[in-house]
């Protein structure tokens, strides 16, 4: 290739966790600058903390594909994949094109942060414009701050924050982007080995799943046309099957938090002020994950550590065939089991079930934490590590603004609740179908002729209970207990 057969040398585009073309600033600027573009994915497999699970590379595997085919269909420019370090590839390529200006949009875990932090030292070093922008939060974590100056530590000061300044209005996509008329050389995304094959485990994912930016827009207007009315009520429902399902869309980019809070503000104006609470209610989850980011900003080892030091030395139970157990919705507690089965074929969990599930093995089970982040941080379809590492503290009482540790939830109780039918259990535990209601969210408390006319032996056909709930319950309070104990005995000796 000659050095330079354009008038003008390009400008790169890295793409990161922002695989859309609307509401993206870097390919905004890029494109504005009249300059050509070229767009860029690397597969980074240099920074290894929290590396992708595989749920998320095979998400990532077909937003690739979606994302190539609108970049060449509304600009007729190619999508650059290369593999391997970031600092290394990066620079190399603009050194191979020319190029002195490269546009990325800010990723915020603590590993990221420090990549990009150094790469982009380097490049200026080396007479190489960088600039970068906010695709992926309504506000930067450095931006929202106390009265005294600080961070927050709790939810709904920090939302009150946020809603008093209100989002900067999502960019459309460019009208048009230069296209670099060279040939550059790009991995085959196949070869990137993503997905999987032996075996192929992916089915549930593809029948649930569209990735991609056309995807993620049908998601939110299916879920403002249909389900936004309902729900403030419906959200704790799993059996309704009425939440956004958008986690995913917005972990890998293909929608923006300032899409959704646009699109939910049109929606309340178009449908009054019986769709205002309802739409509040879901912008304070958008909420929620603004402020697990900022958490994890300001506590960059929130997904390693507890947050409350005190829980550092939480008297945990390790058993491997317990977390076996629940990995493999085999615990005998139907909600719970049928939200791992869910989790195991879907990639994804409601987000109830989701803090019932973690509730279970953190308390029932005292398994420490970490070990149910990690396993949702592979299984997940939206693993995010801020979102991740936040849920899980909160549930077990260490994170900030988390839960009390002596809040137990009883899966039964959660289950007769918000699964009042036992539809969400009959869909995901077809092997419980046959029980009546009364039975369905506690098998082991039927009578034997019930069982029977059921099709069930408990103990072969489905697990009996793992632990005795208020036997359980009654462990997890005395560790806590102790835990308190100990804390105010070390805080007397000093």
């Known amino acids: 290739m000659s050095p330079l057969s354009s008038a003008l040398s390009p400008v790169v585009v890295w793409f990161r966790q922002d695989l859309r073309l609307n509401d993206n600033p870097a390919l905004a600027a890029a494109a504005a600058s009249g300059r050509p573009v070229l767009a860029l994915y690397i597969l980074d497999t ?20 979606q994302l190539g085919a609108d970049l060449k269909q509304r600009y007729d420019i190619g999508l650059i994949l290369r593999r391997g ?33 150094a790469l ?14 906010n695709a992926a939060l309504l506000f930067e974590p450095w931006t929202v701050q106390t009265q005294a100056g600080g961070w927050f530590k709790v939810f709904s000061p920090f939302w009150r924050a946020c809603r008093a300044r209100g989002p900067a ?34 089915g549930g994912l593809r029948a649930r799943w569209t990735p991609g930016e056309a995807g993620a827009a049908a998601r939110l207007q299916a879920f403002i046309e249909h389900d936004l009315i309902q729900y403030a009520d419906g959200r704790d429902r799993p059996d309704l099957d009425c939440t956004s399902r958008l986690s995913a869309h917005l972990q890998f980019g293909e929608i923006g938090p300032r899409q959704i809070w646009q699109a939910v503000q049109m929606a309340v104006e178009r449908g009054g002020a019986g769709l205002a609470h309802n739409a509040e209610k879901f912008l304070s989850e958008l909420g929620w994950r603004e402020f697990c980011h900022h958490l994890l900003f300001h506590f960059p080892t ?65 398994q420490d934490w970490r070990k149910g982040e990690a396993w949702f941080w592979d299984t997940l379809v939206d693993a995010n590590l801020a979102n991740n590492a936040g849920g899980w503290q909160w549930v077990a009482g260490s994170g ?95």
């Open 46 to 65: 240099a920074t290894t903390a929290w590396a992708m699970g595989g749920a998320t590379r095979w998400w990532l595997h077909h937003s690739l594909v």
């Open 85 to 117: 370090d970031p600092a290394t590839i990066l620079p190399a390529l603009l050194r191979e094109t020319v190029t002195e200006t490269v546009h990325w949009n800010r990723c915020y875990e603590p590993a990221a942060i420090a990549r990009d932090s």
């Open 120 to 133: 982009k030292t380097a490049l200026k070093d080396d007479g190489i414009a960088v600039e970068t922008h």
């Open 169 to 202: 209005a999502p960019q459309r996509a460019p009208q048009s982007v230069t296209r670099w008329p060279e040939t550059v050389d790009s991995d085959a995304l196949d070869s990137w080995a993503l997905l999987p094959t032996a075996p192929d485990w992916a």
């Open 302 to 366: 929130l997904p390693q550590q507890n947050f409350r030091a005190g829980f550092d030395a939480f008297p945990w139970n390790p058993r491997a065939d317990h977390v076996k157990a629940w990995q493999e919705a085999r615990t005998g507690y139907p909600i719970v089991d049928a939200g791992m089965r869910q989790l195991w074929q879907t990639g994804w969990m409601h987000n109830r079930v989701r803090m019932i599930a973690a509730s279970f093995l953190i308390k029932h089970l005292l």
């Open 400 to 494: 900030a603004d988390a839960a009390p540790y002596f809040r137990i939830f009883n899966p039964v109780l959660q289950g007769e609740k918000f699964d009042p039918q036992g539809a969400y259990v009959r869909r995901w535990l077809p092997e419980l179908a046959a029980l009546p209601d009364k039975y369905i969210h506690k098998p082991w408390s039927a009578p034997e002729t019930v069982l029977n006319q059921a099709g069930i032996v408990l103990g072969r056909d489905y697990p009996r209970p793992l632990v005795d709930h208020d036997t359980a319950r009654k462990a997890a309070l005395a560790a806590f207990a102790a835990l308190r104990n100990d804390a105010a005995e070390a805080a007397g000796a000093e």
